[in-house]
């Protein structure tokens, strides 16, 4: 039973904020991709309910009141709590992105279930790979952080895709030319929002040359299901080039550099 002014949602935890002593300040991506966000009362205190269920990369079930500036938690139940991912370093460095781009680009009141269910079922599956549980179809022979990272770099494509600012890698961002990744390497441009043919290249200013088989590789990552992602085997120096593409063109397009893929780069080994 909910009472009046208060409701019930699913959502997964994207950020906790200290607030006075003992309070935080949750931001939530709801089921139907709004962003959320809310007071947890008490949720600082060792004994409190809320301590071990508001944890970023947790999908919750929380019951909250409305609030006349912030709603306010009064309940949480775990409906996936993906704690393996943050029992591994390198697998909750991984996960982080996708949650900094998932706030970045989630508004208030403004519902985009895909993005949802995007974030959530990458989490599942590097949830799993972290705990080792990753069905025989899905075997390769890469570690849980060759896979959470991978399915990192599918996810921010994807969530950039469902966000509106989908990149261009199949064709010419600025004339539509099919591209073939030929030659080594390729035009980039954040600007422009994906890769260029070499005319247009040619012809502007704002383009970056990177490996054709980093080009590749984000396309793939795009348009392929996360089942199939978490199969796949690519060199790091090709996964390190996409989330190096992911970052340019948030920043160029949210107006924001994720700072957990500036620190997935540099505590990668």
Same mark, same amino acid.
């Given at each position: 039973?909910?009472?009046?002014?208060?409701?019930?949602? +699913?959502?997964?935890?994207?950020?906790?904020?200290?607030?006075?002593?003992?309070?935080?300040?949750?931001?939530?991506? =709801?089921?139907?991709?709004?962003?959320?966000r809310?007071?947890?009362?008490?949720?600082?205190?060792?004994?409190?309910?809320?301590?071990?269920?508001?944890?970023?990369?947790?999908?919750?079930?929380?019951?909250?009141?409305?609030?006349?500036?912030?709603?306010?938690?009064?309940?949480?139940?775990?409906?996936?709590?993906?704690?393996?991912?943050?029992?591994?370093?390198?697998?909750?460095?991984?996960?982080?992105?996708?949650?900094?781009?998932?706030?970045?680009?989630?508004?208030?009141?403004? +519902?985009?279930?895909?993005?949802?269910?995007?974030?959530?079922?990458?989490?599942?599956?590097?949830?799993?790979?972290?705990?080792?549980?990753?069905?025989?179809?899905?075997?390769v022979?890469?570690?849980?952080?060759?896979?959470?990272?991978?399915?990192?770099?599918?996810?921010?494509?994807?969530? #950039? !895709?469902?966000?509106?600012?989908?990149?261009? #890698?199949?064709?010419?961002?600025?004339?539509?030319?099919?591209?073939?990744?030929? !030659?080594?390497?390729?035009?980039?441009?954040?600007?422009e929002?994906?890769?260029?043919?070499?005319?247009?290249?040619?012809?502007?200013?704002?383009?970056?040359?990177?490996? =054709?088989?980093?080009c590749?590789?984000?396309?793939?990552?795009l348009?392929?299901?996360?089942?199939?992602?978490?199969?796949?085997?690519?060199?790091?120096?090709?996964?390190?080039?996409?989330?190096?593409?992911?970052q340019?063109?948030?920043?160029?397009?949210?107006?924001?550099?994720?700072?957990?893929?500036?620190? #997935? #780069?540099?505590?990668w080994?």
């Amino acid at each position: 039973m909910t009472g009046q002014g208060a409701y019930r949602i +699913e959502a997964l935890v994207l950020r906790k904020t200290k607030l006075k002593e003992s309070d935080l300040i949750v931001t939530l991506l =709801a089921e139907d991709g709004s962003l959320v966000r809310a007071v947890a009362h008490g949720a600082r205190k060792p004994q409190s309910p809320f301590a071990s269920r508001l944890e970023p990369c947790a999908v919750v079930d929380v019951l909250l009141a409305r609030g006349r500036s912030l709603d306010v938690a009064k309940e949480a139940r775990f409906v996936a709590p993906n704690a393996a991912v943050r029992a591994d370093f390198d697998v909750s460095a991984a996960a982080l992105p996708l949650v900094e781009l998932a706030g970045k680009v989630a508004e208030v009141g403004l +519902e985009n279930p895909r993005l949802f269910q995007c974030a959530v079922a990458a989490l599942a599956l590097m949830d799993k790979a972290a705990a080792g549980t990753v069905g025989a179809e899905n075997a390769v022979v890469v570690g849980c952080a060759d896979r959470a990272r991978i399915l990192c770099a599918a996810c921010l494509l994807k969530e #950039l !895709a469902f966000a509106g600012f989908r990149p261009s #890698l199949a064709h010419c961002a600025v004339c539509g030319e099919p591209l073939s990744f030929a !030659a080594p390497s390729s035009a980039f441009s954040p600007y422009e929002g994906g890769c260029l043919c070499d005319a247009c290249a040619a012809a502007g200013e704002r383009s970056r040359r990177i490996d =054709a088989a980093v080009c590749v590789l984000a396309r793939d990552l795009l348009h392929r299901p996360f089942a199939d992602v978490v199969a796949l085997s690519a060199p790091s120096s090709h996964v390190k080039g996409v989330l190096r593409i992911v970052q340019d063109l948030a920043e160029e397009h949210v107006g924001s550099r994720l700072k957990s893929v500036s620190f #997935l #780069l540099g505590a990668w080994e």
